[in-house]
């Protein structure tokens, strides 16, 4: 059992820019922004489009290294561990549902499902996967290859895929973007489920009713982030989200 005071994410301080095509001056994205979450906390990220929400969960999850400040997953800095290493932390802590991250088209969804687990040479079990997709209310056949899925069947996948890895940490963006609102309450109550077992889970959404079930809500506008809302409710979120012109 996971410690639930535990600290497994903090992020201090962090100012992303890129470079953009045609001018010379670096676009700022994300401002400075820290966070910390514990062991088994649910985390939403909420904010109008464009407040660099998903560049904010690519830099805390280790996908895209910050112009500055510190990202620490389980006392870790992931942009300080060499390439294989990064990758071996990324498998064995980190799980991502991202659309179309690192799916692969030309494989099976099952094979796309227990790759994690081949790849750590951890074992796979048929019986538990198939449980799952049930669950899921997976509808296509798992042999069929990914290419071949629409694009909520290819978001089970994915999600699939991380509820069979055992990470400590799950980012997702959007993870329930391309499903009605069955599929939407079902993966919702199985994200919840891992956190009760100290899993920390952070997750972008537009859903405001989905965002107000989670423990800690932050919300972002131009790259800053704006409120945290413990135990947020959906009336609170939505006033916030209301509230221009700062
Ligand atoms: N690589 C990049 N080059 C140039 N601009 C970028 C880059 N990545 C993000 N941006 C810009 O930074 C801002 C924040 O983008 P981001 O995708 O993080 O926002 P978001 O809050 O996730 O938006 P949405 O809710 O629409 O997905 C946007 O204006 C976007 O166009």
Redesign the pocket.
């Known amino acids: 059992m996971n410690d639930m005071n535990e600290q497994v994410i903090d992020v201090n301080h962090i100012v992303k820019r890129?470079?953009?095509n045609g001018s010379q001056k670096p676009?700022e994205?994300l401002h400075g922004i820290s966070l910390q979450a514990n062991a088994g906390e649910f985390l939403s990220i909420v904010?109008?489009?464009?407040?660099?929400?998903?560049?904010?969960l690519s830099v805390m999850s280790g996908l895209s290294k910050p112009t500055s400040g510190e990202v620490h997953l389980l006392g870790t800095d992931p942009y300080q561990l060499r390439a294989s290493k990064a990758a071996e932390f990324r498998r064995n802590q980190v799980g991502f549902i991202f659309q179309n991250y690192n799916l692969i088209p030309a494989l099976p969804a099952f094979d796309n499902i227990v790759l994690p687990l081949r790849l750590a040479h951890k074992k796979v079990d048929p019986q538990k996967v198939e449980t799952l997709l049930k669950k899921l209310n997976f509808a296509a056949n798992p042999n069929n290859f990914v290419s071949s899925l629409s694009g909520g069947e290819q978001q089970k996948v994915a999600i699939a895929r991380v509820l069979v890895a055992n990470s400590r940490i799950i980012f997702a963006d959007?993870p329930t973007g391309a499903l009605d609102s069955v599929s939407r309450q079902i993966i919702f109550g199985l994200l919840r489920h891992l956190t009760k077992q100290g899993i920390c889970i952070v997750m972008?959404t537009?859903d405001i009713e989905m965002a107000a079930a989670t423990d800690k809500a932050i919300t972002?506008r131009d790259?800053r982030l704006e409120k945290v809302l413990n135990q947020p409710t959906a009336k609170a979120l939505f006033q916030v989200l209301n509230e221009e012109g700062r």
């Open positions: 890129v470079a953009t676009l994205i904010g109008p489009s464009g407040a660099g929400k998903s560049t904010l959007e972008v537009h972002l790259g």
